[in-house]
């Protein structure tokens, strides 16, 4: 059974941070990444990383905040979320893809996480 955990969530002030991880078990990918739903909007992409190129890729929209990393021996994922700010505010999920090393569109993956409440307050 494939499952994906995502764990870090929380609230927090304008320009703070938080780490999320997610942890993958029953198998790997080529591509693990980060998306995020708010409130009335469409599920969006945030960041991805190629499992064994190790290649990353960021929205626009959070370039230079946050960094996505992973750990192969823990097949765990992470996202480092710095700078936060109130748009950021929404479910953050944990995804595999196996379409190759990037993939950016949320068809591109097929397993997903529950997901995790990132709150930013102004």
């Known amino acids: 059974q494939v499952q994906l955990v995502e764990s870090g969530g929380g609230m927090v002030q304008a320009g703070g941070s938080l780490r999320l991880s997610c942890t993958a078990s029953g198998r790997t990918f080529s591509a693990m990444g980060w998306f995020r739903q708010a409130p009335g909007k469409e599920r969006e992409f945030v960041s991805g990383?190629?499992?064994?190129?190790?290649?990353?890729y960021d929205a626009v929209s959070v370039r230079g905040r946050f960094t996505i990393s992973k750990d192969n021996a823990k097949n765990t994922v992470f996202l480092q979320m710095n700078n936060l700010k109130p748009e950021d505010t929404a479910v953050y999920y944990c995804?595999?893809?196996?379409?190759?090393?990037?993939?950016?569109?949320?068809?591109?993956?097929?397993?997903w996480g529950q997901g995790t409440q990132v709150t930013v307050s102004s």
């Open positions: 990383i190629g499992w064994i190129t190790g290649a990353t």
């Open positions: 995804a595999g893809a196996n379409t190759g090393p990037i993939a950016t569109m949320a068809r591109e993956y097929g397993y």
